[in-house]
């Protein structure tokens, strides 16, 4: 069956340090993949989009990698700010439409 | 410059009644969705209108039905809500399949 895994724990970092996020996904083979990022009672909202053949997206302080030989795509925020906290969502494209993933959250330590 | 609106907020609804849930984009999308989400899971999609006039069955369609009004809008609708369907739901809407989705800050629905 078709899976998508986040990072099951939430993530807790310092203030500063670089926060990764892994995206691994199970019979899929997504033509691009998205990272949206959610806070509390808000909808998601996009951030970033990487196609398969890209291996790496950056935005900012953010990065985004995509490896379809391992099917896991990873999610760097570096130095990271207390505003960072939120939890951040990979979707995958499947047949013409998004499937997210459950998410992770990372709180950051000011 | 509102993007994707929904209404209600928030709803409380006994077992059996019917509610039709609303969402209107500003930007001009041909795509629209509605998701819903659960503690603990990702968003599912429940449908989908890939352009105006037409609407397509997501992950999780039983109990709902959807109308594409026009381009602008596109309704949700329990028709005999059941404590199943207690969720947060999601609309969204998008250019393109490839492009990214611009959602709503969605409607609590509790169902008792």
């Known amino acids: 069956s078709q899976k998508i895994e986040q990072n099951s724990e939430a993530l807790n970092i310092q203030e500063g340090k670089t926060a990764t996020l892994t995206c691994n996904y199970t019979?899929?083979?997504?033509?691009?993949l998205q990272w949206y990022r959610q806070d509390p009672g808000r909808g998601p909202v996009f951030l970033l989009l990487?196609?398969?053949?890209?291996k790496e997206k950056r935005k900012e302080r953010l990065k985004v990698t995509f490896d379809t030989t391992l099917k896991q795509s990873l999610f760097h925020i570096t130095a990271s700010q207390p505003a960072d906290s939120a939890t951040y969502l990979c979707?995958?494209?499947?047949?013409?439409?998004?499937?997210f993933g459950a998410g992770t959250t990372v709180t950051v330590r000011a | 410059n509102a993007g994707v609106t929904q209404t209600p907020k928030f709803q409380v609804l006994k077992t059996g009644q019917s509610m039709t849930l609303q969402c209107a984009q500003d930007?001009?999308?041909?795509?629209m969705y509605w998701y819903r989400q659960d503690p603990g899971m990702g968003l599912r999609l429940i449908y989908y209108?890939?352009?105006?006039?037409?609407?397509d069955k997501g992950e999780v369609p039983n109990g709902y039905n959807v109308s594409r009004l026009n381009k602008r809008e596109f309704s949700l609708r329990l028709e005999s809500a059941a404590p199943s369907q207690t969720s947060v739901y999601f609309c969204?809407?998008?250019?393109?399949?490839?492009?990214?989705?611009?959602f709503g800050d969605g409607t609590r629905l509790s169902i008792l």
């Open positions: 969204a809407s998008s250019s393109g399949r490839d492009q990214p989705q611009h």
């Open positions: 019979n899929y083979s997504p033509a691009y």
């Open positions: 990487i196609r398969e053949n890209e």
């Open positions: 979707a995958l494209d499947s047949d013409y439409k998004l499937s």
């Open positions: 930007m001009n999308h041909n795509s």
């Open positions: 209108s890939a352009s105006e006039g037409t609407t």
